[in-house]
């Protein structure tokens, strides 16, 4: 026994010399001195010697013992030593450090393009509302009365994560979220990220952001949406601006309208950057929301009409600064951004 006991002794000392973490004392510790450790299993065999032996290998057992805990009261100390050495020199803080060389931030072009659309329509008595930006298939397609067959469905425009499960595509499901919790009268609007599965090119990214718009209640009509419509774009733009309305198609609204705004370029005058039209690129879709949506989320469209729209943040963020390229939105470019 005594031999066993100086070679647990001479295995654990040498242990102890490698270690460099706390929690390895700790285990050592419990492997060695607990209830069900080496040291103690040992001991409990000290019945078997004799009257003579059992004093001597008691004493030898508390030596070691007692060297061991001391061994590792000691490699403790030091492990925690160096660590505090190491906490201490990572949280230094330079007190010579010149402050009037910290530069403030700002916000991005993005975000602060939501920020004022968000409080433009605040002025104007919406709500703003958001909602997550992985989404159903039911509220990002099927209670839009968006068909099985519509092309946004495909795997090769829309990200899915499950068969029922997909990154948003727009940020209509908060039109849907709302209408589910909510009785008319409804005016909201939602700002957010979406992603569609698109080439990235001079107007295109996988991601970018948009803003939603719905009213529902009583008697509402074409003109309340077109009236909204041309203060949203006087307020923002500057009374200069003219819009036009041409007839479209989607699937949640009927009718459905695209808005154009004349060129921030020219004027509408016509010049190259227009084609000489004097109108600028599709600002926006809109159109009254359409029967079966409302009935979709429990609200009588007999009683009950809404319009709704959706633009694109980046756009207009483009069209407002005169950005060509939207890429420099989301390349992080120092240079480009403190412009703004």
């Not at 589910?180 to 409804?186: L, Q, S």
């Not at 926006?284 to 429990?298: D, I, S, Y």
């Not at 009409?305 to 939207?326: E, L, P």
């Amino acid at each position: 026994m005594k031999d066993k006991l100086l070679e647990i002794k001479e295995k654990v000392i040498d242990r102890i010399d490698e270690i460099d973490a706390l929690e390895e004392c700790e285990d050592i510790r419990v492997k060695v001195l607990g209830k069900k450790g080496d040291l103690t299993q040992l001991l409990r065999g000290m019945g078997k010697l004799s009257k003579e032996e059992r004093p001597v290998i008691g004493k030898l057992a508390n030596e070691v013992r007692e060297e061991i805990e001391n061994k590792l009261t000691s490699k403790k100390e030091q492990i925690i030593e160096i660590q505090k050495k190491l906490r201490e020199e990572e949280e230094k803080i330079d007190v010579t450090v010149n402050r009037n060389k910290l530069e403030i931030g700002h916000r991005h072009p993005l975000n602060h393009t939501m920020e004022e659309l968000e409080n433009l329509f605040l002025t104007m008595g919406f709500s703003v509302v958001e909602g997550p930006e992985v989404e159903t298939v039911e509220n990002n397609f099927d209670l839009l009365n968006s068909p099985q067959d519509h092309p946004s469905r495909d795997l090769t425009d829309t990200f899915y994560i499950t068969d029922d499960i997909l990154l948003r595509t727009h940020t209509s499901p908060m039109q849907i979220r709302t209408m589910k919790t909510k009785k008319p009268p409804i005016r909201i609007v939602s700002t957010g990220r979406t992603f569609r599965f698109d080439d990235v090119d001079d107007t295109h990214s996988p991601m970018f952001h948009q803003i939603e718009g719905l009213v529902v209640d009583e008697n509402i009509t074409m003109a309340n949406l077109i009236d909204t419509i041309n203060t949203f774009i006087h307020e923002f733009f500057g009374d200069d601006i003219e819009t036009r309305f041409r007839p479209h198609h989607f699937p949640f609204t009927e009718p459905s309208v695209e808005v154009d705004v004349t060129c921030f370029n020219c004027g509408g005058k016509g010049c190259e950057e227009c084609h000489n039209t004097g109108w600028s690129m599709e600002l926006l879709g809109a159109g009254l929301v359409h029967p079966n949506v409302l009935r979709n989320c429990g609200i009588d469209p007999e009683k009950y009409s809404g319009f709704a729209f959706g633009m694109g943040v980046d756009r207009i963020t483009m069209v407002k600064h005169g950005i060509d390229n939207i890429r420099l939105l989301y390349d992080n470019d120092k240079r480009f951004l403190k412009q703004f």
